[in-house]
């Protein structure tokens, strides 16, 4: 093994292609299969484009050993190991033990020491690499080889007895945790108390002989805890550790992860043996982790941090404060940078950045440890980043000539962009800052404060803005983080764990604010000199790490140039056009200026629940007759006629989409009876006949009641109204050389029928305004596809129709039988358990609702081929949605204002995918 | 043309052949296409397999032409003109007019006199005549031709004067009506006038000198009333009158009839153009309508009235009163029979009428007119005729060799056999109907009429025949129709809570009585303007949706030998199985006897709502933790055990489906304070709990919310105790050696996932109990597909479901988006204006839920060929909806017990009909 390890040329590369081929077929492996593959002293078994089955951090460690980047020497035992330990209940292949072993004696060759040699011991790292980086999500164990003649031997080869039985307390820590499932607390009690009895406060104070009895304690726990000794044999403890890592793929936290981040369960984790090198060796060692570029802000700026004397947990934990690793970004007073205390091996981590960051073509995110002065690089893999900062690295490495173009608009999730959007705390009205720590993540945020999760989600379901204050935050808190408006830690640094989630989350964070203390049990905040309970409102800064007290009021975020530079990029790669859902003028002219290309939806019946309009709405749904009906409306068609002039103003020439009247009636009428009463005397009627009207309009399911285009088929002087008002608008616009291209959208259509007549209502009422007027306007007639036998009969409603526009909610709703009002008391049972995939009100169900929008489709274009078509669901501003409708050949999108750039992006992105999907699908 | 029509051999058939191919392939006849066909003595153009171009009347005229039949001859205007004169606009094709005056010129030779001469003139009657009888739908004129001087003619060449004014007289009243639009009570209240004027009762006692007198008076009501004299020109009266009849298709009455009876518009209608005879040409002429047998009990006995000194449509207008045909058929001291009066004429009708049912195969309803002794035939056609006719008249044609037993079979309507089986109210004793609704459950019902389920109960246990008059029906009023004998309801449609639950009982329903108005504080009921009380007597005829005040005497169903032996024949031609929706072991044994093959729908939750399980049921619901909702469920089990037993034992060893548990919970929650109060105390709890707990599971889309399976999703002890209890029962019945086969179906399922968790539980619970009990039970678990992405993710539910129930209620409602509670306010104009062909709660909407429907199983027995599939939605007794279930190769139907005879019926006649596609598709 060792002779083939080390040969190049040919051999190497036809063992290679065995397990690529399988990885892509998806093949189980066999027993004659390739499961291991090492890496070390320049030369790797594997590659980075070996990610499926070598997982992200495997992958790079093999590649980076290809590029001469110092990484201790390993081995990465294969993902599909992961599917066959799970296909057999949790137990490792037999046939796995030998190719281990084999690739043991590599790392012993390359690094020096043995495997559980007394004298000169090899110690050993296990860590999970999956094939996406899930962060905190997978376990690991450090210090792997020691027991209790190995600890001497580590002790006498370091000639520093306190290092070698600290790491021997570390490792059984970890190992207990992680292998034996042992909790947490049950050790670090003995250590708090060790250190009580010592009379110290760090654990760094702890002398060689406390350790040395913290050793013998934690190894009483293990026996009391499991039954057993702590085992002594380095072989079944690695043994164990791998089987443990594989094991931590099936945890719960680690499934809820992936179902939130659309991860496949199959993917499996990859298990990665590496030899150990300490930054905890003295004064010469240290640890850190680096960017290549600020995460934050996405200057060109190597960005890092480091402890002295630390092992690398130390820093992702939050236990102590890191320290920059560049000069300039030291704070006056505070202890020296990495560049400052270790000049050389500053330079050649600045190197080995800038060598993989070119070589990858994107942001590194680092791990290193300095081993008595030697660099040795841990990891290294594209690293997370703000929103803003995404996006200038994508158009800055353009501009760099590192990356194409289409390139730049694929490597920026939409999310992203929505984060660039977010609001920041008014400069203006900032009262003086109570405290401050890490800027860990941008933006303001006000709100009322929580001291747990469940608390953060319950006060967001009630409506409130809410802060999430912890010491520090761990993988169960993640889902109070995303109820949380913002986040605020005690602990931790720009790469803890909080500072991580919650940039990847858009939250706005500051981390390491050492001031805050909280106390769980009585509920108390203590800021410095302030102390808050629940509720409390505070303010945060994410964008410079301060806090304030009170609700400071919000600003509109200021999009950099590469914001729209970005876009621009993303315009020319698009084949949908972007449309917003907007009601009012104002909402209007905010999604132009994000680049909307007309409105998709329009509603009027929120111009109908305006207070000044509610009453003549109300007439006219009380009239006993049509006279009487069509009296009402008359008074509410200079108000609608006004809308529409300003909606068409603020859209100059671009289409607008109508929608009309689409509720029930009484969701116009009052609700409780005081109200009747009040209503009453307004419309000069008795309570009881209000009352009663009330009572006879409510209905069982509105959603499935007298709503929509169905008003109409009963009352169509309502739509005559609103189609008179469009164009009496559109008219008036004409008449002021503003062009206008209105489109008549009718709702809930169920069949041909149904929309023959009302097509025939509203161009009857648009010609004779028209007429009156003396002015042509271009106009389309269209509709909603909403219930599903819309969907399934719209051959026949395509031949009269100009247009569909999908209208997901709805058609969500009735294809599942899911009210959205209602479904509350069960959808998170479902997503949860993982009966449903999503929420299908944020991301489209493909199976159910995207079936009946292919028919939909292929039926209405196959009747029509000219027929525009395009979703205007909350749906419509969905990436993973816009990809389907790109697949579709949709004409649009339409969503929310703010969500216009977002939308503009994934639609170029889907153009890509398409391209790419399209040459896949010609070559083969 | 005369030689033409006059040539027999090759020519006549080489001119038919071209309207008929035509008329297949639905193209528009161009000018050239033959357009009239004459008939007449003994000779036609047209036969009776030519019935979509010449109509019924048509067809037969020359039909009895050819066998030798003496009827006056005529021609037949072609369907195809009608189609073109709507196209025209309501214009007549030019070239129709030489066509016509060549066959006028025909008549004239075959019948002597001549069209507008003032000698001898010839009079015609015009007749529409639609390929389908449409009984008082289309307008007739008759004696036209005559004007001021063919009177004279007519008087002279007849010698009798009288007759010819009052012919006269007529042919104005009825051109005036039909052709002019001149409403009949103007020229009535002149009659009248003119009988007061000369003292006497009837028309007949009118002399001549006052005949002419209302000649002249109607000529100026024509004058007044069109602005233009009577059209003395014969044949302007023609071409008028036959654009009248043509008109008169597009009438509304026609198109709602239409509507109603499924009849396509572009069928169209002929013209029949025909010399008159007169049956009240003197006393040797008579006129009469008479059935080959009785058209009542299906006797096999001639059967007719007529009129002496009368023409035809005095008979059907029933002004006089018209003498048996039948000597035996005479009343004692009544006037003589035809058989008595007339006994040439008599034998001669007699021997025609045998030829003609012999011809036809079928019982025929005939009309005739004696013209001063001689017999002539104006129509046959098929005979109307009762359900228990239609039985009877099928089978002995059979047994009398004259049909096969498969015509028999398809000749008799399901619907018919519906008739057979309920008794019904005495025809001949009704009162005029003081209210109408929808027809909701066929049958009479009369008895004292009561406003409260309680109330219901209690008139029962006194021995009292019962009608419950309520708003609306819920769950709670369940045992109140079962003690009623009749129900009628205010609102709701076909498939409304008081329809399918009468239904299903086999209980008389009219529902949607808008005229009712209940009052139950005062205790009152307003129809339209009567006023009862409680205990007040009225009758209900379901069958026709009309209420009856008073007791109308009851006729008991007969179920004749016939019955039995035509349900024995459908049954060996159809291939689909009969099951029923049966929740009570009564239930099932009425079902069990009307030939129902097994359960295909059990209902659990009526079981849940018997007041003596409801409180059970309450504490379940109310239940704040697991263990306390599974002492609940741990009370509902003997009971629920108890029930299933008594179904199994019922149906012995028949397949029995049972639907576990589908209404959202708050179903069986009290809605007024009074009740929550009481619950509460019941419960010992507080008020507050209580109501607390019930606006908590208040739902804005109950439809749409947390039911069916979704409940054991969330809560899976439901189910489990419900499936314990059926395989309790099970073991329970396997130990008194009763077979049984239970099937479980999952209610609301919209996806494989879910299935598959709720498939798991219910094995696990089965395995469980038949281990405890011993026993080996064989069981199915599968789905109702009634959610939209059911159907549209069938393939993958399929691969883990025994059976699919196609559940079209809800399916309708979900594919459709309408409600069937709250749908009342639009669907009736939806079905009136068109936009609907049919409510499609009564007849599956094809296009959409019958699309999906389509989808579901084709995907499901692609994914599991062997899958069982089946319907048991309302629909499942509708023969449409059985013969595209048979289309797309159901298994089974499931309707309610009383309406297995009807679905096993049109199950033969759908696998009648697939065949004879088959035999169509493979000759293509």
């Known amino acids: 093994m060792a002779t083939r390890s080390g040969a190049g040329g040919a051999k190497p590369k036809s063992r290679k292609r065995s397990p690529r081929r399988s990885a892509v077929a998806g093949k189980r492996p066999g027993p004659r299969t390739k499961q291991v593959f090492s890496f070390g002293a320049g030369r790797a078994e594997g590659r980075a484009s070996m990610r499926p089955l070598l997982g992200g951090k495997g ?66 790292s296990v860590r999970s690499g999956a094939r996406v980086s899930m962060p905190g999500m997978m376990d690991t164990v450090l210090n792997l080889g020691l027991n209790t003649s190995t600890v001497e031997g580590l002790a006498a080869q370091t000639g520093d007895p ?55 304690e934690f190894g009483g726990i293990v026996k009391e805890q499991t039954g057993e000794e702590f085992p002594e044999r380095p072989l079944d403890q690695l043994w164990k550790a791998i089987g443990a890592v594989f094991e931590s793929w099936r945890t719960p936290r680690a499934v809820t992860y992936r179902r939130l981040e659309g991860i496949p369960d199959e993917w499996g984790t990859a298990v990665n043996v590496q030899a150990m090198v300490f930054g905890n060796l003295g004064s010469d060692s240290a640890t850190g982790v680096a960017f290549t570029r600020n995460p934050s802000t996405g200057e060109r700026l190597f960005f890092g941090e480091f402890l002295p004397e630390a092992q690398g947990e130390d820093v992702v934990a939050g236990i102590r404060t890191p320290q920059p690793v560049r000069r300039s970004d030291r704070k006056p007073g505070a202890p020296p940078s990495l560049q400052e205390f270790m000049p050389g091996a500053y330079r050649r981590l600045v190197d080995t950045a800038k060598r993989l960051e070119n070589h990858y073509r994107d942001m590194q995110d680092l791990e290193f440890t300095i081993q008595r002065g030697t660099l040795w690089m841990l990891q290294t893999r594209n690293g997370k980043r703000t929103g803003r900062a995404a996006v200038k690295i994508a158009v800055d ?85 995303d109820a949380a408006n913002g986040i605020l830690t005690a602990l931790g640094g720009m790469t803890s764990h909080a500072a991580v989630v919650a940039r990847g989350m858009g939250r706005t964070c500051i981390t390491g604010c050492s001031e805050l203390d909280i106390d769980l049990e009585r509920g108390i905040a203590r800021l410095g000199e302030f102390e808050f309970t629940e509720g409390d409102l505070l303010s945060l800064d994410g964008t410079q790490g301060l806090v304030f007290k009170g609700k400071v009021p919000l600003i509109a975020p200021e999009l950099g140039r590469e914001f729209g530079t970005l876009l621009r990029w993303a315009d020319a790669l698009r084949r949908l056009e972007v449309r917003t859902n907007a009601d009012t003028p104002a909402d209007a002219e905010a999604a132009r200026r994000f680049g909307a290309r007309g409105i998709g ?145 009718l709702p809930l259509v169920a069949g041909a029928e149904e929309f023959k007549r009302l097509r025939a209502l509203v161009e009857e009422t648009a010609t004779a305004v028209m007429k009156a007027q003396g002015r042509r306007i271009r106009y389309q007639v269209g509709t909603m596809i909403e219930v599903p036998r819309a969907a399934l009969t719209a051959g026949p409603i395509a031949q009269l129709a100009d247009f569909f526009s999908f209208g997901t909610n709805d058609l969500t709703q009735m294809t599942l039988a899911l009210s959205r009002d209602d479904s509350g008391r069960f959808l998170g049972t479902y997503t949860e358990e993982g009966i449903l ?78 391209k790419q999907t399209g040459r896949r699908k010609r070559r083969r």
């Open 601 to 745: 939806l329009c509603r009027t019946e929120h111009m109908f629940f305006q207070p000044d309009r509610l009453l003549a709405v109300r007439r006219m749904i009380m009239a006993e007759s049509t006279d009487e009906r069509e009296a009402a409306l008359a008074r509410l068609l200079p108000m609608q006629r006004d809308d529409f002039f300003g909606i068409f103003r603020a859209m100059r020439g671009l289409p607008v989409t109508v929608r009309l009247l689409d509720p029930p009636l009484h969701e116009f009428l009052p609700h409780t009876d005081a109200e009747v009463r009040h209503l009453a005397t307004d419309l000069g009627i008795p309570d009881t006949e209000l009352q009663r009207k009330v009572d006879a309009l409510r209905e069982t399911n509105p959603m499935l009641g007298h709503r929509g285009c169905r008003l109409a088929i009963t009352y169509p002087e309502i739509y005559a109204m609103q189609v008179r008002a469009i164009f009496e608008a559109a008219c008036a616009c004409a008449r002021e050389k503003i062009r206008v291209r209105p489109e008549v959208m």
């Open 162 to 216: 306190r290092f070698a039985y600290d790491s021997y307390r570390r490792f059984i820590q970890m190992y207990g945790d992680v292998v034996l499932g042992i909790p947490k607390e049950f050790f670090e009690e003995r250590i708090r108390a060790r250190k009580a009895a010592c009379g110290v406060d760090q654990d760094t104070e702890l002398d060689v002989e406390a350790l040395r009895g913290l050793v013998e």
């Open 837 to 914: 995939p999503d929420d299908p009100f944020v991301t489209l169900d493909l199976d159910g609702v995207g079936a009946l929008m292919r028919m939909g489709v292929e039926a209405g274009r196959k009747a029509r081929p000219d027929l525009h078509v395009g979703i205007c669901g909350e749906h419509g501003g969905d990436p993973r949605t816009i990809r389907f409708c790109e697949e579709l050949g949709f004409d649009y999108v339409s969503c929310s204002p703010f969500r216009v750039p977002a939308a503009r992006l994934a639609a170029a992105q889907a153009a890509i995918h398409q």
């Open 397 to 481: 490495m353009v501009r760099e000539g590192l990356i194409e173009r289409e390139e730049a608009v694929s490597r920026v999730e939409p999310e992203q962009l929505d984060q660039c959007l977010h609001p920041r705390l008014d400069p203006d009205a900032l009262p003086p800052s109570i405290g401050s720590g890490l800027a860990a993540s941008p933006g303001g945020a006000s709100g009322a404060i929580v001291f747990t999760a469940d608390a953060a989600v319950e006060a967001k379901a009630r409506g409130e803005d809410v802060l999430l204050l912890r010491r520090e935050t761990s993988p169960d808190d993640v889902h109070g983080m």
């Open 59 to 124: 992958a790079n460690l093999a590649e980076m050993n290809r590029l001469g980047v110092p990484v201790p020497a390993g081995f990465t035992i294969s993902t599909e190991v992961c599917g066959e330990f799970s296909r057999r209940g949790g137990r490792l292949p037999p046939e796995l033990r030998e190719q281990v072993i084999k690739q043991l004696s590599k790392i012993e060759r390359s690094m020096g020491g043995r495997f559980g040699d007394a004298e000169a011991p090899l110690l050993l």
